[in-house]
């Protein structure tokens, strides 16, 4: 049986791969959302039972409570550690995934029920069908047929599918550093799937990640929400001071205006500026596909800097004011504006925090408001870089070119996922970001979708991916 | 049968009022929410059947179609006539009030559930409880004793009750218009229970109004929402420029920023600026009632004037944007600010527009992003000041004092009700507001309620009132 049996054998069963994943995306494990906790244990549960069924040995290991800044709490979900093979013989690789979501609606703006599977021209469109379930289960998928068909997997793989991604991964780091010399410490190399391609054709492989840091910046004046007519004139108003706040942290551009947030931010290296002459990119495409009317630059290399080296600072929404549509005269009492900066090698979170706070400190002092004031850091994340001239890309190169006939770019990604630094400090070895999905899967935002294609593609790279391991 | 047995029928008929308000609270008829459209109708059936139990002639005129800056369009509720008495040798009261509610939800901070009716040491919590469906009750409560003793009521009543006060009061001038020279031809004076007393214990007559201008700043810049780490740094978001626009239309003080705007605001005369000293009002309660650390004056009559006959601009909230609990990073396709201006005479709604959006327009040129901007002005409302020496004024006057012992005091209101203006112009009779709540009641915010007290004496101050209107 070979890499060509095992690409038939995929094809054979699109159906009922297309069915698994069709399971998943119906549990919606919106983590940010406590009232949907439950969904993300429900999740969890079912991910085990799929595992279980590929004799892949899996327990649930604890996290611990999440606390919210009201001071209340509940359960986080537990992660699954999953072991297939254990043959002192054979290296070892990690496999990395979450089970967790984005929050959906249908009235944000989706054309179809984002917790239903939906497949039109060749996508499948749900909530989590790239970011990061269709991932997760195309891993089953291809170990799936490589027993099916006898064929031996050359490496002992071991799986950590978590349930918090999407809410900062909480907990998951204390949980990997209580098992680094236990179930992590024969690591040989860490695989995460859970970005995306640079374009909608050519596969890439990933080197590096922004981390983030996220806050939220709370204004209270009153007790409760006023009624704007019979109290509009005589309080200070939070709203007026958060946004006052608010359109102050970048210019129209985008530059972000916090003193010292740039100093720390890696210089550009002519090696590094080579790198990005290849890669597959057409800032005009992009544009269209986004459909804005003007881009930060029109030079394709800056604007994947942009995305990719350059810190970036995005205000999310706003929590306590009227967010409805129609007309709501309210004075809100107390509002919370949220923001986030993705930040870059070698900015350090504990830094950007005391830059953050500052900067906010003294804008509030400028104001001159007597509403209160506070700002929330959450937990930041550190940008990622590894070395893609290791071995271990080298393999997966040679795999993504069996499945698509080319070589993969290399690149970096503008998002956060904060683990990947955790796997390679944890583990001392290569980690490495092999997507599946493609530019346009819109993670995070309306109409999530996974190509088909690139679903089934993902488990025969999957399966190549292995084999080629089996060689190094 | 005389005023003081109506009083006791009153007290002896304490819990079927409580009970019929508590039916009215039950039904969530928010008008800003077109999924709970239903609701107002079923509303609007609901006081119809209460009237007609009282013999009150009704009939429900049609208000054509809501349609929304989508293009959407859903029925306005009906607008139900009401006629008790047709004698040519009395006079005609004309009662308005409103059957619709601000929206409502346990989770914006209520103690409890906003669509029950819940009583507590002499409050009744509830959305709708004193504002409007309250006074609406009490009306015909009122009505109901006065019959049911047979005490003669001395004028012909007619009332004009609406489901759209909360969203502008959507149709109700043309409805109103339409019937200028027949169902609203005879009217001698017009009554609205849609208000507040200033304090908590002294009652008060309302001869002044401020209007409303409300806006919608809408900016929007891609397609659909990003993952901000993915897209973070390439697109000039929508959000901060909102935020930027929203942060500058009031200096820290709610002093309005928009050039112009303060020139028609009407001069404080000797005469009105001698009316403020005898107003019963603490403007240290006032404060830590609201639980401000500081409010816009510490001079209780420049604090009245501010909320009165002075315009304030309120920023409301912003739709489109993350809102929730929690950490969502996403960057905002489209978003909407809302804001409103308090208007007061002799601003007018049209001049307001013009000065509002070339302001708006003047700070968008300013800041020089790519992205689209529109400014949607909604229906604007103008201000509103009646003669408060009016015999009409006198005789609510004596009423009160039979309720309350004590000379009411005359006010002038904060907040918006368009639709007297409309009544004073239609009817070109006085018209007069006699609020029965008190000002802590917490209209349009969390845990609105009246007091049971308030409620019982209003139902009384009614029968006083059309008592007394019979010796005019």
């Given at each position: 049986m070979s890499y060509e049996d095992a690409v038939r054998e995929v094809d054979k069963r699109q159906t009922k791969f297309i069915e698994r994943l069709r399971e998943a995306v119906e549990i919606p494990s919106v983590s940010a959302e406590a009232a949907r906790r439950n969904e993300v244990f429900r999740m969890v549960d079912w991910t085990q039972?799929?595992?279980?069924?590929?004799?892949?040995?899996?327990?649930?290991?604890?996290?611990?409570?999440?606390?919210?800044?009201?001071?209340?709490?509940?359960?986080?979900?537990?992660?699954?550690?999953?072991?297939?093979?254990?043959?002192?013989?054979?290296?070892?690789?990690?496999?990395?995934?979450?089970?967790?979501?984005?929050?959906?609606?249908?009235?944000?703006?989706?054309?179809?029920?984002?917790?239903?599977?939906?497949?039109?021209?060749?996508?499948?469109?749900?909530?989590?069908?790239?970011?990061?379930?269709?991932?997760?289960?195309?891993?089953?998928?291809?170990?799936?047929?490589?027993?099916?068909?006898?064929?031996?997997?050359?490496?002992?793989?071991?799986?950590?599918?978590?349930?918090?991604?999407?809410?900062?991964?909480?907990?998951?780091?204390?949980?990997?550093?209580?098992?680094?010399?236990?179930?992590?410490?024969?690591?040989?190399?860490?695989c995460i799937s859970d970005n995306y391609w640079v374009g909608k054709k050519k596969p890439c492989i990933?080197?590096?990640?922004?981390?983030?840091?996220?806050?939220?910046?709370?204004?209270?004046?009153?007790?409760?929400?006023?009624?704007?007519?019979?109290?509009?004139?005589?309080?200070?108003?939070?709203?007026?001071?958060?946004?006052?706040?608010?359109?102050?942290?970048?210019?129209?551009?985008?530059?972000?205006?916090?003193?010292?947030?740039?100093?720390?931010?890696?210089?550009?290296?002519?090696?590094?500026?080579?790198?990005?002459?290849?890669?597959?990119?057409?800032?005009?495409?992009?544009?269209?596909?986004?459909?804005?009317?003007?881009?930060?630059?029109?030079?394709?290399?800056?604007?994947?800097?942009?995305?990719?080296?350059?810190?970036?600072l995005s205000v999310h929404g706003i929590e306590g004011a009227f967010y409805g549509p129609g007309a709501k005269t309210v004075i809100p009492a107390k509002v919370i504006g949220k923001f986030s900066i993705r930040i870059v090698p070698n900015m350090e979170p504990s830094e950007v925090h005391t830059l953050v706070t500052n900067h906010l400190n003294k804008l509030w002092s400028q104001r001159g408001s007597p509403n209160k004031f506070k700002v929330n850091a959450h937990q930041g994340a550190k940008a990622w870089v590894a070395d893609f001239k290791h071995p271990h890309y080298q393999a997966a190169t040679r795999a993504l070119k069996k499945v698509h006939g080319i070589d993969p770019d290399f690149t970096r990604e503008g998002g956060s996922i904060p683990i990947t630094l955790t796997f390679q400090d944890i583990t001392e070895k290569n980690v490495m970001l092999l997507p599946i999905g493609a530019c346009d899967d819109m993670a995070h935002s309306q109409n999530e979708k996974l190509d088909v294609s690139n679903y089934m593609n993902g488990i025969k790279a999957f399966v190549a991916y292995l084999l080629e391991l089996g060689q190094l």
């Open positions: 039972k799929q595992m279980e069924a590929l004799n892949i040995k899996c327990h649930q290991v604890e996290n611990g409570m999440q606390t919210f800044p009201d001071g209340s709490a509940i359960k986080l979900p537990p992660v699954i550690f999953g072991q297939l093979g254990e043959n002192k013989q054979k290296k070892t690789l990690l496999v990395y995934g979450h089970l967790d979501v984005q929050p959906a609606d249908l009235s944000d703006g989706w054309n179809t029920e984002p917790f239903q599977l939906v497949e039109k021209d060749g996508k499948m469109f749900g909530r989590g069908s790239t970011d990061d379930k269709g991932p997760v289960i195309a891993w089953l998928n291809a170990i799936e047929v490589m027993q099916s068909l006898g064929i031996e997997i050359p490496v002992n793989i071991k799986f950590v599918f978590e349930g918090m991604e999407e809410s900062g991964s909480e907990g998951l780091e204390q949980v990997l550093q209580a098992h680094k010399s236990t179930f992590l410490a024969d690591i040989d190399w860490t990933t080197y590096g990640l922004r981390g983030i840091c996220y806050y939220g910046v709370e204004i209270s004046g009153t007790k409760q929400d006023l009624h704007s007519g019979s109290f509009g004139g005589t309080v200070h108003e939070p709203m007026i001071d958060l946004c006052w706040i608010l359109g102050q942290l970048t210019d129209v551009n985008g530059k972000i205006l916090i003193e010292g947030l740039n100093d720390s931010v890696a210089p550009l290296s002519d090696e590094e500026k080579e790198l990005y002459k290849t890669i597959d990119f057409n800032a005009n495409a992009y544009k269209n596909e986004l459909g804005a009317e003007k881009l930060t630059s029109e030079c394709p290399q800056q604007l994947l800097m942009n995305r990719w080296r350059y810190p970036a």
